[in-house]
């Protein structure tokens, strides 16, 4: 009888441990698949991915200029207005001549803010050279819909300064740079060479080592 008592024992044992087992899959493929959600775009260069990759091959492995360009787009950037976070009037066209990170985000986005803080560290290494961030807010996307600038600017405000963040924060009041370069989801980042034109269309950045190896890439086909 105790024999039949322990069996039965173990066998309960180890159908929860299995039902257990299984909904902890289960669980981290829905937290993967919500991110992955979160931070889908339209990828218009999926070789762009691999381009940015080369970054770990020996010095006479690495495409030349010519490869490296197969890999980008060749797409003239559409100019903007907005006006950063002290009310200061920024236009694109600016900054022509700088490689261009031009990021689309939202405070309430989890993948955004977990690619924010490489973008600091870019922009803390690379601030006094030929690189920019520009972190670009639309009213729409804060707001989720809503038309309330004075209300996402506020949002937008608190969160960098609770942050910490000194990268160029731009607010698209009106959406005017959204509905040039909008995607079906956000973060959506443009890396942009010293011409205008745009050379990579990417979702969340993976680390800051992707990010310099985008740089290098651009500064590799002047």
């Known amino acids: 009888m105790n024999r039949t008592r322990i069996i039965a024992f173990l066998f309960t044992v180890v159908i929860f441990a299995a039902l257990l087992s299984g909904c902890k899959t289960i669980s981290k493929e829905q937290a993967e698949d919500s991110k992955n959600e979160a931070s889908k ?3 218009k260069n999926d070789e762009s991915v691999k381009a940015s990759e080369n970054n770990s091959l020996p010095d006479d492995k690495k495409p030349n200029k010519e490869d490296l360009l197969k890999d980008m787009l060749d797409i003239p950037m559409e100019d903007f207005e907005a006006v950063d976070l002290e009310g200061n009037k920024h236009k694109l066209s ?5 490689i261009i990170f031009l ?6 986005c989890p993948p955004c803010r977990e690619e924010m ?3 600091q560290e870019i922009h803390d290494d690379y601030k006094d050279q030929d690189v920019v961030i520009l972190a670009v807010s639309p009213t729409s996307v804060e707001l989720r819909g809503g038309n309330d600038s004075k209300k996402a ?18 607010l698209d009041k009106e959406n005017k740079a959204w509905s040039h370069y909008q995607q ?7 890396i942009i060479d010293k011409e205008g034109i745009i050379r990579y269309a990417l979702g969340m950045f993976k680390d800051k080592e992707q990010m310099e190896t985008l740089i ?4 590799s086909i002047e």
Do not use: C, H
């Not at 300064?161 to 990268?167: A, K, L, N, R, W």
């Not at 079906?184 to 443009?190: L, S």
């Not at 290098?216 to 500064?219: S, V």
């Open 94 to 98: 600016d900054y022509k001549g700088k």
């Open 103 to 108: 990021n689309f985000w939202g405070t309430w």
């Open 216 to 219: 290098e890439n651009i500064r």
């Open 117 to 119: 803080p490489y973008m």
């Open 153 to 170: 600017e506020s949002k937008v405000k608190k969160f960098i300064e609770d942050s910490g963040y000194t990268f160029p924060v731009l």
């Open 184 to 190: 079906r989801g956000i973060p959506t980042n443009y």
């Open 41 to 43: 775009t339209e990828e």
